[in-house]
Structure formats: structure tokens, C-alpha cells
């Protein structure tokens, strides 16, 4: 595996230089081509950058602390030197202006992108098969899915290309690729990284976050792109500072993740998690957290109507593909948004635009919202007594390519387990549990209370050292 401390330290002895590094990282990414993880490579301004860091070292200029360190983003983050396309028609011409703030920070620390990932289409799924540029196929297994949506950057990092990269989690498209390819997976409290900069999905619940091999690398990354950033109102004051390891936390097992609908095998990991936590010294016990059974419905409520609102700005006027043959504006606003869309993105505008109508806003918006109120209320009252909620990931191990893509409902279901802690803004990280019989990873989900992530950091590094 090449952490960034490898990678690091590499460089640093003179054993390698930045340009080697991206070099290496991009033959990597070319001898994976039949796994579909890029849309785009951008090797002309990675090696000029590698280039540049490589001068600063030589002449004994500061460099930052991800010199020479190269990490691939998923293609929903604005960067210079290609496309963004966030895996749609709509955007495959798209070069953007400027750069999200999370690139820009990595930037400034000598870290160096070297390619966009896969996706579903605006990041809307759970498979990556809504992907205007195909799927990414899963890790390990070639018939089964990469998962989604952050699939490319899970899968990039589970076959060490890069030892990091950038994904997004509005409601479980970290921690789900993560836990399917078996990677490290992190969604931060909501606010703690700026969204500028990416194209949005749900603003009350999109989270940037990251893909790292272990614990320490994406703590390392989350260090770096944390923070207050003006030009994103929602982002919270810089707080995150590494957390002393807990002895002994008390860690709530959530009873209804654990019932029927859950595979044997996944059931069997996170009781194996639980039984490892206590003999690390914390405290594991049962809770039960009945409203979860409704988060999936709020979920499907409230994610499509912002979604319906975000998706507005794509008219073919402003940004992206524009239809040739309209006679008119109407025509040209119809023709551009339905050539450019996949499927999936207008079944969630329609669900959007229909809930949010004057005649169902109360009936479904509001009493989503309210509902969410409910659940926020819920956790809170957990995180009086318990430092950590676990649970699975999602119900089953990657499924097979094509086995959810006609049934939008069983897809959804895949995200019944993440999408509470997005509901609430909580800090959700997915670790690795082991592996199927037929070696596909499972991952863990460990939950904290807002602003606690790196307490959550703290308690899975224990668990990392424990399992060697
Ligand atoms: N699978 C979920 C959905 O389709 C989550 C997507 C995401 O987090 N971007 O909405």
C-alpha cells in the first residue's frame, strides 16, 4: 500500500522525486483502465505541478505537508485542467472557472490531483451505474457493483492508484463505495469542509469527505480541507483538532440495523466489530432508535426538492451542452435539460417539483422536515449516554452490475442505513470490517454527535491497530 507517509518519506530521502510519484500513479490508473474509475487523467498539469514541487524541494523552499502527494477527485469538484462533468451529458463539456475550495486547500499543501473519478450522474444513486460514462466495476469482484456515488474515488483508492481521494456523501456515497470496495470512508459533521466549488446535490445534507487506505491518511486529509471558508456560509468555525484516544468509550450497537433485510454475513461482521471494541476496552451495548425506519422516506422527501431547486441552474443557457435545433426559449430549456440529464436525475426533479408543489408541500416537504426534527431529536438523546453509534454500512456486500438498475426502490433501499446520520449533519465514517466468504469487503459505520469526528477518528484508530 502507498500511504502518504510512504509516499512522504520517499521524496523526502531522495528515493523518489514528486514527478515519479504522479508518474507512478497514473500507469497505475492506466493498468486499472478495464475498471472504468476516470473520467478524465489530467497528466500535463499534474506533472507541471509535480515539476514545480520538485524545483521548491531542490532549492529548499517550504514546501506543504502533502508535497508531491498525488490523489485523484471525483468529477463533481470544479478543478482547472480538464472537465467536470459530474458524469453527465448535460456537463461533459464543462471546464471550469476556478477550483473548489477542498482542491485549493490540498493544493496549497503540494498534494496533486491527477484525475476525476466516476460517478452517478450529479451523484445521484448508489452503484455508479447512472453514469453518463458507464459503471465503475467494483474492486474486487468485476460483476458487481463499485457502489455509489463516489464509486471511481472508492475504487481508486481500494486498488492503491492513489492513496487518497475526494467524494461527496449527501446520503451515503462515501461510506457505501467505501464499505463496498474496502477502503476507508469519511463523511464529516455537515459544515466542518466547504462546499464551494462542487456542483450541489442537497445542500442541507451534501458533505465533502474523503477515501484514504487508513485511518491516518484521512485524518490527515480531513486536517487539510477542514475549516471556515467565506465563500460557503454553512461551514463552521475551524474546530478540528486530533482527539486524545479514548480508553474506554460507550458505544451504542443500533438495534434496528441489525433485523431482518440485513445479509448474514454483514450481520455477523458487525457483531465480530462489536465483540473487538469490547476487548479494546470499550463498552458495546444494544440501543434502539424505532424512527430510523422512516429516515429512508424523509430522505426520498426532502433530498429530491433541493435536488429540484440545484438543478434549476442547467438550462443549456448558463453552463455545459446546449441543444442545436430549438426554434425557441422554451424549446431550448426542454431539449437541453432532457438531452442532458440521465434518467435517475429526472425521476428526482419530477419527485422534487411534485412535493414541493403548493398542493403536497404540506402533506410531504413539511411533514419530511418534521420527521427530521424527530430524528435529530433522537440522536441527541442517544449521544447523552453513548460516545459512538455503530452498525453496518449497508445491508448486503456490493450487488451484482444490473441487479438494482430497474427496480428505483430496491436501489434506495441500499441507503437505508446511511441516510439517517446525513438527515441529522453527523460525522459518519465507514471502516473496514472484513470480508465475505467470497471475498467481498464489509464495512463498519461508525456515528458521533456533531462536531465530535475526531473522537469517532480516535476510537476507530484503536480498532485499526487492533486488527494489525
Ligand atoms: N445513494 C444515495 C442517493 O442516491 C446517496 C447519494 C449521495 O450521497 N450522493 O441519494
Known amino acids: ?31 486499472h483502465e478495464d475498471k472504468n474509475i476516470f473520467i478524465s487523467l489530467t497528466p500535463e498539469r499534474a ?53 473548489a475550495t477542498a482542491i485549493e486547500k490540498l493544493e496549497a499543501e503540494g498534494a496533486i ?15 455508479t451505474e447512472n453514469s453518463a460514462y458507464g459503471p465503475t466495476k467494483n474492486a474486487v469482484d468485476d460483476s458487481k457493483v463499485a457502489g455509489g456515488s463516489s464509486g471511481g474515488s472508492a475504487v481508486a483508492v481500494a486498488l492503491d492508484i492513489v492513496p487518497f481521494t475526494l467524494g461527496t456523501d449527501t446520503g451515503g456515497s462515501i461510506r457505501q463505495p ?22 450541489a446535490m442537497a445542500s ?13 491518511d484521512a485524518e490527515q ?29 460507550k458505544i451504542g450497537l443500533i438495534k434496528e440495523f441489525m433485523g431482518d433485510g440485513v445479509d448474514d454475513e454483514v450481520r455477523a461482521q458487525v457483531k465480530e466489530y462489536a465483540e473487538k471494541l469490547t476487548v479494546a476496552g ?19 422527501i426532502i433530498v429530491p426538492a433541493e435536488i429540484s431547486s440545484n438543478l434549476a441552474r442547467f438550462d443549456g443557457v448558463r453552463y455545459g451542452q446546449r441543444a442545436k435545433d430549438a426554434t425557441n426559449l422554451d424549446e431550448l430549456y426542454n431539449k437541453s435539460r432532457g438531452e442532458g440529464f440521465e434518467a435517475e436525475n ?23 422536515q418534521k420527521a427530521r426534527t424527530l430524528l435529530i431529536n433522537a440522536y441527541n438523546e442517544l449521544f447523552e449516554t453513548y460516545d459512538v453509534l455503530l452498525g453496518p454500512v449497508a445491508p448486503t456486500p456490493a450487488f451484482a452490475l444490473g441487479e438494482n438498475t430497474s427496480d428505483p426502490i430496491k436501489m434506495y433501499l441500499a441507503d437505508a442505513m446511511t441516510v439517517p446520520a446525513s438527515l441529522a449533519g453527523l460525522p459518519s465514517i465507514s471502516v473496514r470490517g472484513g470480508t465475505t466468504k467470497a471475498g467481498l469487503p464489509i464495512g463498519i459505520q461508525l456515528t458521533a454527535q456533531q462536531q465530535n469526528d475526531s473522537e469517532l477518528f480516535a476510537i476507530a484508530k484503536t480498532m485499526e491497530s487492533h486488527h494489525g
Open 47 to 99: 506533472l507541471e505541478r509535480a515539476d514545480e514541487i520538485d524545483e521548491k524541494l531542490k532549492s529548499g523552499e517550504i514546501v506543504g505537508s502533502l508535497a508531491g502527494v498525488p490523489f485523484a477527485a471525483k468529477d463533481n469538484f470544479l478543478t482547472l485542467g480538464g472537465t467536470t462533468t459530474a458524469a453527465a451529458k448535460l456537463l461533459s463539456n464543462f471546464e471550469a472557472p476556478l477550483q
Open 221 to 249: 486529509v480531513m486536517g487539510v480541507i477542514a475549516g471556515q471558508d467565506e465563500k460557503d456560509m454553512t461551514t463552521l468555525a475551524d474546530y478540528y483538532t486530533p482527539a486524545k484516544v479514548k480508553q474506554s468509550a
Open 282 to 300: 470499550h463498552t458495546v451495548e444494544e440501543v434502539s432508535m424505532p424512527i430510523t425506519k422512516y429516515a429512508l422516506a424523509m430522505y426520498y
Open 113 to 127: 490531483c491527477i484525475g476525476k473519478t466516476n460517478l452517478d450522474a450529479f451523484a445521484h444513486g448508489g452503484s
Open 1 to 31: 500500500m502507498h500511504t502518504i507517509e510512504d509516499i512522504k518519506q520517499r521524496i523526502k530521502s531522495g528515493e523518489s522525486t514528486a514527478r515519479a510519484e504522479v508518474e507512478a500513479a497514473l500507469a497505475r490508473a492506466k493498468q
Open 204 to 216: 442541507s445534507t451534501d458533505c465533502i469527505g474523503c477515501f484514504a487506505g487508513t485511518m491516518d
Open 178 to 199: 467505501a464499505s463496498f470496495n474496502g477502503a476507508v470512508g469519511v463523511k464529516p459533521t455537515y459544515g466542518m469542509v466547504s462546499r464551494y466549488g462542487v456542483v
Open 346 to 368: 429526472e425521476r428526482r426533479i419530477m419527485i422534487g417539483s411534485y412535493v414541493l408543489s403548493s398542493g403536497y408541500f404540506d402533506a410531504y416537504y413539511l411533514k419530511a
